[in-house]
Each structure stands twice: as C-alpha cells, then as structure tokens.
C-alpha cells in the first residue's frame, strides 16, 4: 500500500513509486529506492510537492552508506579514496608494465626497480583496499590484453598468497613474477599472438616458444628473486609432467608453480579475445575442476576458489528472480550470498534502478547462474 509523503519529510531510503506535483500525480518512470540527497533536492527543484513510497520495500541504511560514492555513471562505490586509489594503482601498474614490454621489445636493458616499486604497492593495496582493487582490475580491454592479463595475474597471485598467509617478502615477489610471467610474448609474431582463430600446429609451437624466448630476459634481470622467476618459468607447467617448458612432474613443480597455473588460467579464461568470449567465473571454475588432478593441484584450487569466491567481486550474476548484477560485497561465511547490486532485469531485457540487495538477509532469493557481459549483448561499464 502506498503513503504519500510531503517532500520535505522524503529520507534516504525510501522507496519512490510516484510523484506528485501542483498540476499532477504520475508514476516515476523508474521506481526504486531514495540514495543519495542530490535525488530529493533534483525532484523539489522540479516542483514536486509529495512522493508516494512503498514502505513494504526496505533497503539496508549500511549499505546505502556503503555504496553512496559514484564512480562510473551509475556506479556506487565504497568511497572516493578507496577506488581513487586503486585505479592510480592500476595505472601505474599499466605505465610501468608497458614501459618494461617496449624495453623488452626493443632489446634495451630492463631495469627491474621500478617494478619491484610497484609489486610493494600492489601487496600495500591488496591488503588495504582489495575490493576495490579487484573490482578497478576487473574491467578489461581486449585490445590490450598481454598488459591486462599480466597486471591482473600480479593481483590474483598477491591475493592468493595473503589467503595463504605467506610472508609480505613472498607475496611482493610473486607480484614482480605476475607482471612479468608471461614477457616473452613480446617477442611472438602480432599475427600469431592476436590470431582471431584456432592456431595451426607450427602456429603453436610458435606460441609456446614464449616460454623459451622468456628465459634470456628473465636472466638479464639483474635482482630478480627466485620466486618470481617461477612464476614465469612454471605457470605452463603441468602435474602430470605434460606441461612445458620442462615438463616438470609432481613435486617438481613448487607450491609457486602451482599457483601460477591456476591463476593463469583462470583469469585467461574469464577475459574476451579475438578468438573467444569471456567465460563467467562460476562457468570458468567448472572447467578447472575438470582439469584436476592431471594439470592443477586440486587441494590448491580449492583454496583458489575459497580465496576469491564463487562468484567473486565485479562478477555478473543472475538472481532467481531475473534480476541481473554485479557482485560488490562478499559473503566470507557462504560464498553463495554475498551483495549483489542489481540495475538491469533478465526478462525485460532493460536496464531498471540500482538496489543492492544482501543475499545472506533474503533467503528468498538466491543466484540463478554467473553470466557475461558479452552473453547478454550489452555493456555494464557505467555501474562499476
């Protein structure tokens, strides 16, 4: 049942259905919850006089307070600073990892300070700002992508390694090896690497020459810890011995090798190419699963997945009631109900107004499937 509210009685959090003004009464075009106080003062300074709010409709004052920062154009966010903070990081990352990739490519000495600089911020920031850092990390450009999976690599090993408790001197050099694990494809032939279709078999064996072409780069770093350099070294590396570059077999390959390949593939999978569309992390842990115990540690990938999440931060998800998202909060005592914030509608095929809804407070509703951004044609960038 609605109530009509006079203007100046509307708060923060209550659920508009209707407006009325001196000439008329009509329904909002899209109802939802009050927000922000901009929101009041835009609908006074149009004349309105009265709202009618559903007071059956309850949103959480903790998470409005916790979302009240907008950061895309329909983005909210947990503050200015937090997510300030971790795009500077990103881009900085992105600078100083493009400068080393130009080094590289133009056979010029790599000097390895300045990224050891910015594998200390990475872990300062994974430890101080990690939701905002994976949710900044999560948007993706396919045109760049050696940068992004790279940087992103950097991130979800330093993450990883804090789930495990290693110490901060561990965790910094698997931040260095993140960023530069994958370096010898800077020498790989454009058309090879950014081929839009299946690679033939010499195509492929060009392809893995990545590896080997890594090793004199990696050896001309002066000061590159042992740790990052398995990173580069083992992250094709298999369990069963068919991986390469060395076909390293069971405790051959160390607890850093392991959870290289598991971050490499993972975040390969759930990024678009040329060549294929991005998999959803629930649809990409599936896969993975399927590659235990032959390829990837299976005790290790579940403590991935416990590290990350099911349906992990910046992960579109679709709600048993159609309603469609993005995971913004997790859930550390069920993975399966963390806060999702809501904006677009499965059935309708439209975008509607944002609400946040906690999972683990409406037991009536649950997560239908992860999805895609490309799956549903559309793009979500404007609501990170």
């Not at 494809?185 to 090879?192: A, F, G, P, T, Y």
């Not at 931060?313 to 859930?331: F, H, T």
Request: charged share 30%; hydrophobic share 35%.
């Amino acid at each position: 049942m609605l109530q009509k509210v006079a203007i100046d009685s509307v708060e923060i959090g209550m659920y508009v259905e209707q407006i009325e003004s001196q000439r008329t009464r009509t329904r909002m075009k899209k109802p939802g919850f009050i927000r922000r106080q901009e929101t009041i003062e835009n609908l006074r300074g149009k004349g309105v006089e009265y709202v009618y709010i559903d007071a059956d409709q309850v949103t959480s004052t903790e998470d409005i307070q916790y979302h009240a920062t907008p950061v895309g154009k329909y983005s909210s966010v947990k503050g200015n600073d937090e997510f300030a903070a971790a795009k500077d990081l990103v881009d900085k990352s992105k600078e100083q990892l493009s400068k080393l990739l130009n080094d590289v490519y133009a056979n010029k000495p790599v000097d390895i300070e300045p990224v050891k600089e910015v594998s200390a911020n990475i872990v300062d920031n994974i430890f101080e700002r990690r939701e905002a850092v994976l949710w900044i990390s999560g948007i993706r450009e396919k045109s760049a992508y050696l940068l992004e999976h790279s940087m992103n690599v950097a991130f979800h090993l330093v993450n990883f390694g804090r789930f495990l408790e290693l110490d901060r001197q561990t965790l910094e050099e698997l931040a260095i090896g993140g960023l530069v694990h994958d370096i010898g494809k800077i020498l790989i032939r454009d058309e090879v690497l950014n081929k839009p279709g299946k690679l033939t078999d010499d195509e492929f064996v060009h392809m893995k020459e990545h590896q080997t072409l890594s090793q004199p780069v990696l050896d001309n770093m002066a000061e590159l810890p042992a740790t990052s350099k398995d990173v580069s070294v083992m992250h094709h590396e298999k369990i069963d011995g068919n991986g390469y570059p060395n076909g390293l077999k069971g405790e051959e390959l160390t607890l850093i090798g392991r959870m290289s390949g598991i971050v490499d593939i993972y975040d390969a999978l759930t990024a678009e190419r040329v060549y294929k569309p991005a998999l959803s992390p629930s649809e990409t842990f599936k896969i993975m699963i399927g590659l235990t115990p032959f390829h990837l540690d299976p005790d290790l990938l579940k403590k991935f997945i416990r590290c990350i999440g099911f349906y992990p931060i910046g992960s579109v998800v679709e709600l048993s009631n159609g309603r469609i998202g993005l995971v913004c909060k997790e859930n550390p005592d069920d993975l399966m109900t963390p806060t999702v914030k809501l904006f677009y509608s499965g059935r309708t095929e439209s975008f509607r107004e944002v609400e946040y809804i906690d999972l683990k407070k409406r037991p009536d509703l649950k997560i239908a499937r992860g999805l895609t951004e490309a799956k549903l044609k559309t793009s979500f960038k404007d609501f990170r």
